[in-house]
């Protein structure tokens, strides 16, 4: 038997998981605090890979003369229990480079909305 699982409840298992190790290694008190300064500092990671759908919206013209192209890609998902949409630079890997912009949104259908409408 095979067990299907939304995008949306598995990250929710992730964060869930990244408390109680966090717990465990440290403290109760500071696993939630922790797994928030986790998330902070690896926002780009965290929002590609809770992505539920994904629009791209064209290459990014940035500054600076490095090589590297990246594009432009809408997003939205949902993550730690919140919808979101975010705009992210993603490299030809497919890999996120960084967030442009991130949004948290109400209901599935607004973060699907909000990524329709992104420019």
Known sequence: MDMVQSIGTASDHIMAALVAGLEIEFDRSAGKALAERFL???ESDFLWDARAGERW??????FGSDDEELDR???WGRLDGCWFMAIMLVDGEGMPQGTIAHRVCGSRKSAQHAMAEAR
């Open 73 to 75: 890609i809408a997003i």
């Open 57 to 62: 919206l064209g290459a990014y013209e940035g």
């Open 40 to 42: 902070e500092a690896e």
